[in-house]
């Protein structure tokens, strides 16, 4: 099988070739990962946020690097799936950026992104978020880039938060200057218009030039400044994927807190026993078959 990095490339060639977009839900957990495999998804999404308030702390830059590439590695061993990580700001300057990609490399992630936000960092939708100087975070870029070189030639995905922070224009520049030190994608976050969207695509490919290649990643996140658009519209818009960060997880945690409630109120779990995931359906979301010895799934 060819290496994940690969495969993720072809799928977004494929769909940038035919205006489509690459829908890469979120995974919180490798059974999630199986699920959406299950679904008949190609490919997935690690997000900061969601692995960070499952270990029940703020999406801030808390957890560790090693906390980040176990989880990766657990839905990778899982699904199979190519998947894009989140690696916030690199967990530190260049040397921890450089180990960052070859982390992720090793537990299988197919590409991971960086932001240029100050640690600690914030959610990418909310207000006062501060930006590191250009010229610090095409360094960071660059060191991401030649470590890819040696680590499965890693996708590496540039980040900007510059909507929010310095205006659509500082957007648009500092994504140009992330393809020039070598981004393969370009993830502009926070925008907050279907036509902010089209604009954006519009510009960057003015001012990179005709010559530069890279992908576009679109960020579907509910609750925050975007709103919903249709996966086939942003193929239209020229981004070859789009992430669904956290809507998995909301959606989990939506039906455990109201089940939670229902049997505080009810002392029983009878009248909503019909939602349950049953016992043979979540075995055979792990190929799991009582009596007969399970074998770990060979999906590298």
């Given at each position: 099988m060819a290496h994940a990095p690969d495969r993720l490339r072809s799928l977004l060639d494929s769909a940038a070739a035919s205006n489509q977009c690459l829908m890469m839900p979120g995974a919180f957990n490798a059974l999630c990962g199986l699920a959406i495999r299950q679904a008949g998804f190609e490919a997935c999404y690690v997000?900061?946020?969601?692995?960070?308030?499952?270990?029940?702390?703020?999406?801030?830059?808390?957890?560790?690097?090693?906390?980040?590439?176990?989880?990766?590695?657990?839905?990778?061993?899982?699904c199979g799936l190519p998947l894009i990580a989140d690696a916030d700001t690199g967990f530190g300057e260049s040397e921890m950026v450089r180990r960052t990609v070859v982390e992720y490399a090793r537990a299988g992630a197919a590409g991971l992104h960086l932001e240029d936000q100050v640690f600690p960092k914030?959610?990418?939708?909310?207000?006062?978020?501060?930006?590191?100087?250009?010229?610090?975070?095409?360094?960071?870029?660059a060191a991401a880039v030649n470590a890819a070189k040696s680590a499965r030639d890693l996708i590496i995905c540039a980040r900007t938060d510059a909507r929010g922070v310095e205006g659509f224009d500082?957007?648009?520049?500092r994504a140009a200057a992330y393809v020039q030190a070598g981004a393969g994608m370009i993830f502009p976050e926070g925008l907050a218009s279907e036509q902010e969207f089209a604009d954006f695509a519009q510009r960057l490919r003015n001012k990179a030039g005709a010559t530069a290649r890279y992908h576009l990643l679109?960020?579907?996140?509910?609750?925050?400044?975007t709103p919903i658009i249709p996966?086939?519209?942003?193929?239209?818009?020229?981004?070859?994927?789009?992430?669904?960060?956290?809507?998995?997880l909301r959606t989990a945690m939506g039906a455990v807190a109201r089940a939670l409630e229902?049997?505080?109120?009810?002392?029983?779990?009878?009248?909503?026993?019909?939602?349950?995931q049953t016992r043979e359906?979540?075995?055979?979301?792990?190929?799991?078959?009582?009596?007969?010895?399970?074998?770990?799934p060979a999906r590298m």
């Open positions: 997000s900061g946020a969601a692995t960070s308030v499952c270990a029940g702390v703020p999406d801030v830059g808390i957890l560790t690097l090693d906390h980040f590439a176990r989880l990766i590695r657990e839905i990778v061993d899982a914030r959610c990418g939708h909310l207000d006062g978020k501060k930006l590191i100087p250009l010229e610090h975070s095409v360094e960071k870029i500082a957007a648009v520049d679109a960020n579907m996140t509910e609750f925050g400044k996966s086939a519209r942003f193929g239209e818009m020229g981004y070859s994927c789009v992430i669904f960060p956290v809507s998995m229902q049997l505080k109120r009810e002392g029983t779990v009878a009248g909503f026993v019909d939602q349950m359906q979540l075995y055979g979301l792990i190929n799991y078959k009582p009596g007969v010895e399970w074998n770990f």
